[in-house]
């Protein structure tokens, strides 16, 4: 039996409960037979002394003992072999008119002489004979205002006593049974009920990041260990999705670098192979430094992004104007807008200040502009507007481009994803501009959201808080 399992604990929690509560209501049931027990005999013993009292009025004090039965089985029932009755004078000296006792010769305590000069009942246990105790009622006879005898009547505790013993032998003698099987019964179901869980865990010690595609087991009755079940299957599958997107990322990263560095090396090598004029070396070292801006680049974006999953983007946040910081992207693009034969500019835009990083933002606002230029034919147009209602500044880049199929909306967002995929790599696109964008948006509590009309280029809106303090 494992210490530590949580059945034994129920068993342990549960056997100590059912001992406290058995000796708790053993003791009830003990208490209360005692006291029923010795409620029936004093008023037994009370109806047999009135009747003596009554025949000493009488001047018949002197029953014959088949007539003390009698009494005796009137009012207990049955005839106790150790009963006892007497007849004493105010001075505590036995009657002549009753000449011999019945039963137990007893004498008479100080207390009850004393109670009975005052015309009080005295019912007391006595000890001193015999080996069971005694339980003996004295009841003073008045006749004209003055005690004039003392009626004793008593009978032996022992059948009582008896029973009462027998009640605690019966109990001790269940008790153990009880506990046994109670306990035996808890742990067992326990057991059962825990078994499930067993299961959970030696499934739930098979899954590693290489065996992600398991599940637990799912018994589909909806109960607690069911539900719990459910929810780590659940959890697992977010796992999965994330270990599988790792992988890719991580894929997708790789031979992204891996492009330009077999580039650089093809260049290098071949350079090396025979002696070059200083121009051709120039031409080599010129291209070796594109492919290094182009991993730079790369690394520089995969930065950004590692830092803002793990939430330690570094953002020097202060107000920014947006309508000024759309003047400087457009008057940066403009001169690429003009290598592409594309026409660049602004629409109508309000003045909206939002708290964020300017250089993000900057850097955002060159991604969209970028790509609206890139996947634009020659002779297109770029727009970029700005509108602001209370809560949010709604930001705008519109093309006249090749736009993307609907059902890429979402994806286009993801790292390394490309829906263009030869025409973004021709223009030096790696797939990771849109997923920065979103991750900045994000950072800065707002969104981005893309929508591209079948035939009429794309539109993509950068959502960011309005500035509480404008
Ligand atoms: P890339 O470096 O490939 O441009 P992005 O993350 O910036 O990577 O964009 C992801 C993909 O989204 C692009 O490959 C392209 O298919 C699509 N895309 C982005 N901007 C536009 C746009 N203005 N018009 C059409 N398609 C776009």
Known sequence: MHLKSIGTGLTIWYTTLLTLTFFILGSIAYGLLAYSLSRDIDSALKGVAEVMVQRTRTGDAAPVPGDVDELFRRFFGFSPLDRYVDLFDPRGRRDPRLPHTYGNDLYISPEALENASQGLHTIETMTTTGVYPVRVLTIPVIEAGRVASLVRVGMSLENMVKTRRRFLLIMASVFPFGLLFAGGGGWLLARRALRPVDHMTRTARRISAEHIDERLPVTGNGDELDRLAKTLNDMLDRLDDAFYQMR??????????????????????????????????????????????RINHLVEGLLLLARADAGVMRMDIQPVDLKMLIRDVC???????????????????????????REHLRRTLLNLVDNAIKYTPAGGRVTLTLSADDRWASLSVTDTGIGFPADERQLIFDRFHRATDTRSRDAGGVGLGLSIVRSIAKAHGGRIEAESPPGHGSTFTLFLPVSAST
Do not use: C, W
Not at 274 to 291: A, I, N, T
Not at 331 to 357: F, W
């Open 248 to 293: 890719q990322f991580s894929a997708d990263a790789s031979h992204e670098l891996q492009t330009p560095l077999t580039i650089l090396k093809g260049e290098i090598e071949v350079a090396l192979r025979s002696h070059r004029s200083p121009e051709e070396y120039k031409d080599v070292l010129k291209s070796g430094l594109e492919e290094i801006d």
């Open 331 to 357: 008057n940066q693009m403009m001169v690429i807008a003009d290598e592409h034969s594309i026409a660049l500019h602004s629409g109508p835009m309000e003045s909206v200040v939002v708290d964020g990083d």
